[in-house]
C-alpha cells in the first residue's frame, strides 16, 4: 500500500487532500462569520417581482426569499428598524413612532434630531452589535436606527446623511472591510432611503419609485463587484431587508382630525395614520364618543381593547385611546402636507409588507418560504454570527433556522 502511493502522483493528490481536509474542516469554523444587513426602505414585496432589479433577482436565485416580510406594528420606519436589530417589538423597545413626547420627563424623541437620537435611554433591548462587541465581534454601520447613540453603539458608525451618495456608502463599507482582522467588523449595515422618498411623494406604483428601484439595484451590482474583487464575497452572509411597505393614498380619502374634535383638549402621539390620543382622564370618554360619532374610514379603540395581535398597547407613553386610518385614507392636519403614498397601516394588510433576501455560505440557496416576521431577524442574525441572543426577546429562532444550511 505505501509502496502504491509513493509512487506516481498518487502521493501530491494524498498531500492536497490532506491540506484541503485539514482547511476545510479546522480552519474555516474559527473564522468568525460575516454579515451583511442591508435596508431598502419603504421596499414593498412586490416592488422586486418589477422585472427591475436584474442584481437582486440573481441573488434570489442562487439564494433564499422569504416571499413577504411581516413588519411590527405601527408600520414605521424607526419602529421596525430597531425591531430587526433588537428582535423586541415596539412596545417593548421603546421607539414607537419615529418622533413622540414622554410627558412623565418632559422630553422628546425626534427622528430628525441629532440629540435625541444620540440618547441611549430611548433605546431599549440589546441591539445585536452591542451583543457582538460583548463576544468580541466588531460592528460597522453605514446608518441604522439606534447606531448614533453615545455609549451603546457599533464600533464604527456613521452620522445620518440623507443625502451621501451611495457609491460613498458602499466605498465606506469596503474601507472597514479591508482594515486589519483585529480592527475589521464583521457585522456590518447599509441603509438606503431612496425608495421610501419616492414612495410617499409619488407613490407606490409612480414612475420614480422604478427608477429608485433601479438605482438601488446598481448600487447592489457595485456592492457585489466590490466584495467579489476583494475576495469576501465568499465570506459574506448577505441579508437585503425593508422597515415597511407603501400603499397609495387617495386625496379625497381626508379624515379631518382637527374638525373632528373641534373645542375638546387632547395631544397626539404619532403620525399619520396611526395616532394614539392623550387627554386628561376625564375627557377620555368625550373624545372617545365624538371619534365614534364620526367613525368613517379609520379604525377605534381604548388603548386597553386595541387588539393583541398589534403587540403594541403596553408601553406607558401611547395613549388611552388609538385611532388608526383604514389602508388609503388619511388624518388631515393643518401643518402636514399630503402623502400620495403612506405606511404605518395595520401590520397584517399586504402593502405594509417588506423584502426579506438572503445570500452567503451560511443561507440555503434556492429557498423559497412565504414570510417571516422581522421580530425573528435578530436571532437568526445571532446564530449567523455564532453568538449569544439576548433570552428576553419576542422572536424566536425555531421559525427561521431552517433558512440556514
Ligand atoms: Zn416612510
Not at 454579515?35 to 414585496?45: A, E, I, P
Not at 418632559?106 to 452591542?130: C, L, P, V, Y
Not at 457609491?167 to 447599509?190: G, I, S
Request: hydrophobic share 40%; proline share 5%.
Amino acid at each position: 500500500m505505501i509502496n502504491y502511493i509513493f509512487k506516481g502522483g498518487q502521493l501530491i493528490i494524498l498531500v492536497l487532500a490532506f491540506f484541503y481536509y485539514n482547511h476545510t474542516i479546522f480552519a474555516l469554523p474559527n473564522e468568525t462569520p460575516y454579515v451583511l444587513l442591508v435596508s431598502w426602505d419603504g421596499c414593498r414585496w412586490d416592488y422586486i417581482n418589477r422585472g427591475l432589479t436584474p442584481n437582486l433577482n440573481e441573488l434570489i436565485e442562487n439564494g433564499l426569499r422569504a416571499e413577504r416580510l411581516i413588519p411590527s406594528f405601527p408600520t414605521k420606519t424607526f419602529p421596525n428598524h430597531y425591531t430587526i436589530v433588537t428582535g423586541l417589538y415596539p412596545e417593548n423597545h421603546g421607539i414607537i413612532f419615529n418622533s413622540f413626547v414622554d410627558f412623565y420627563n418632559a422630553d422628546s424623541f425626534r427622528m430628525k434630531n441629532d440629540n435625541s437620537i444620540k440618547q441611549d435611554k430611548w433605546f431599549k433591548g440589546e441591539a445585536i452589535w452591542t451583543a457582538a462587541k460583548k463576544q468580541g465581534i466588531k460592528s460597522g454601520s453605514v446608518f441604522w436606527v439606534g447606531s448614533e447613540v453615545y455609549n451603546n453603539g457599533p464600533d464604527y458608525a456613521l452620522t445620518y446623511d440623507h443625502f451621501m451618495p451611495h457609491k460613498k456608502r458602499v466605498d465606506q463599507l469596503m474601507a472597514w472591510l479591508n482594515l486589519p482582522e483585529e480592527e475589521r467588523p464583521h457585522f456590518l449595515t447599509l441603509y438606503f432611503a431612496d425608495l421610501d422618498d419616492a414612495g410617499h411623494r409619488f407613490g407606490p406604483n409612480s414612475d420614480e419609485v422604478n427608477t429608485a428601484l433601479k438605482d438601488l439595484d446598481k448600487t447592489l451590482g457595485y456592492l457585489i463587484n466590490q466584495l467579489k474583487r476583494t475576495n469576501f464575497w465568499k465570506k459574506i452572509n448577505l441579508i437585503l431587508v425593508t422597515d415597511h411597505g407603501m400603499t397609495e393614498i387617495d386625496p379625497k380619502n381626508e379624515i379631518n382630525l382637527e374638525k373632528i374634535l373641534t373645542g375638546l383638549e387632547y395631544f397626539l402621539q404619532g403620525d399619520d395614520p396611526i395616532y394614539s390620543i392623550v387627554a386628561n382622564q376625564n375627557r377620555i370618554d368625550i373624545i372617545f364618543n365624538r371619534l365614534n360619532e364620526n367613525k368613517h374610514g379609520f379604525q377605534l379603540f381604548k388603548k386597553a381593547d386595541f387588539p393583541k395581535r398589534f403587540h403594541f398597547s403596553k408601553h406607558p407613553l401611547i395613549g388611552d385611546i388609538i385611532i388608526l386610518a383604514e389602508p388609503g385614507y388619511y388624518f388631515s392636519r393643518q401643518n402636514k402636507n399630503y402623502f400620495r403614498g403612506n405606511h404605518g397601516y395595520d401590520n397584517a394588510i399586504i402593502d405594509m409588507h417588506g423584502i426579506f433576501v438572503a445570500y452567503g455560505p451560511q443561507f440555503k440557496s434556492g429557498y423559497r418560504i412565504d414570510e417571516i416576521k422581522n421580530i425573528d431577524i435578530y436571532p437568526l442574525l445571532c446564530e449567523i454570527l455564532k453568538i449569544q441572543a439576548n433570552e428576553k426577546i419576542d422572536g424566536d429562532l425555531i421559525r427561521v433556522k431552517d433558512f440556514l444550511k
